[in-house]
């Protein structure tokens, strides 16, 4: 199965700047572990939402708001994909990512399933499905 691990901080974090140099070493570190494995598909940490926008939708209309988003409680800081055997082993693996003690205890993973075709497939017809199937895996430019 393949999930979604969200780095979560509150909106405090934002401005506390890059990690350090010991903390990039020991993300580093633990992501080399995820590839060795197998388990990391991809991942990617977020700028500040100061640098974000977000697009709401009501059957008013469409809006946009410019960052920062400082009436969350929660920010997304970062992202991976895994790929595991199950929601068991994605949070073993979680538990062992590094915590930088600057950050106090605001630091929370979130992991959450992705949804596959299949899970579609009582809803979407199969056409569709395929086609679908296709543009997740087209080859990057």
């Given at each position: 199965?393949?999930?979604?691990?969200?780095?979560?901080?509150?909106?405090?974090?934002?401005?506390?700047?890059?990690?350090?140099?010991?903390?990039?070493?020991?993300?580093?570190?633990?992501?080399?572990?995820?590839?060795?494995?197998?388990?990391?598909?991809?991942?990617?940490?977020l700028q500040p939402s100061?640098?974000?926008?977000?697009?709401?939708?009501?059957?008013?209309?469409?809006?946009?708001?410019?960052?920062?988003?400082?009436?969350?409680?929660?920010?997304?800081?970062?992202?991976?994909?895994?790929?595991?055997?199950?929601?068991?082993?994605?949070?073993?693996?979680?538990?062992?990512?590094?915590?930088?003690?600057?950050?106090?205890d605001s630091q929370v993973?979130?992991?959450?399933?992705?949804?596959?075709?299949?899970?579609?497939?009582?809803?979407?017809?199969?056409?569709?499905?395929?086609?679908?199937?296709?543009?997740?895996?087209?080859?990057?430019?």
């Amino acid at each position: 199965m393949r999930v979604m691990v969200m780095t979560k901080g509150d909106a405090a974090d934002e401005g506390k700047g890059q990690p350090t140099q010991e903390m990039f070493e020991k993300m580093q570190a633990f992501n080399e572990k995820l590839v060795k494995a197998g388990i990391m598909l991809g991942g990617e940490g977020l700028q500040p939402s100061s640098t974000g926008a977000r697009v709401a939708f009501s059957t008013s209309g469409t809006s946009v708001v410019d960052g920062p988003f400082t009436e969350s409680k929660e920010v997304i800081a970062g992202y991976w994909i895994w790929e595991v055997s199950s929601l068991a082993e994605a949070v073993e693996w979680a538990k062992r990512c590094p915590f930088d003690p600057s950050y106090g205890d605001s630091q929370v993973l979130e992991i959450r399933p992705l949804f596959d075709m299949d899970d579609f497939a009582e809803t979407v017809d199969a056409e569709t499905l395929a086609r679908s199937e296709q543009l997740q895996h087209r080859p990057s430019d």
